[in-house]
């Protein structure tokens, strides 16, 4: 029904930068709030930035004044530009978003299968 792919991740360095993408595609009636979510090894599923689809956005604390997520609500895309990268921030990088398939069918959560970014020297 609907497929979030992510794409960006990588391996860089400490104080490098990683753009993630994430792109849903489906029969879609709207996309309300994208976000990021990362998972590191031996750690739960966190939050790290949401957007609504007026682009409000709302960061994790580890992520305010490094990390920017933004959206384009044409092309059913969210993307998260991480700058001044850290070892701590190595994860699995997941892609969400709250989605309503028709008018008369209730909102629903759809995830992505996950873009590893690892920050080492």
């Known amino acids: 029904q609907v497929q979030l792919v992510e794409s960006g991740g990588d391996l860089v360095q400490p104080g490098g930068s990683v753009r993630l993408s994430c792109a849903a595609s489906?029969?879609?009636?709207?996309?309300?709030?994208m976000g990021w979510y990362r998972q590191a090894p031996g750690k739960q599923r966190e939050l790290v930035a949401v957007?609504?689809?007026?682009?409000?956005?709302n960061y994790t604390d580890s992520a305010k004044g490094r990390f920017t997520i933004s959206r384009d609500n044409a092309k059913n895309t969210v993307h998260l530009q991480m700058d001044s990268l850290k070892p701590e921030d190595t994860a699995v990088y997941y892609c969400?978003?709250?989605?309503?398939?028709?008018?008369?069918?209730?909102?629903?959560?759809?995830w992505g299968r996950g873009t590893q970014v690892t920050v080492s020297s």
């Open positions: 969400n978003a709250n989605v309503r398939l028709t008018v008369l069918l209730s909102r629903r959560d759809y």
């Open positions: 957007i609504t689809r007026s682009g409000i956005t």
């Open positions: 489906g029969s879609i009636f709207r996309i309300y709030d």
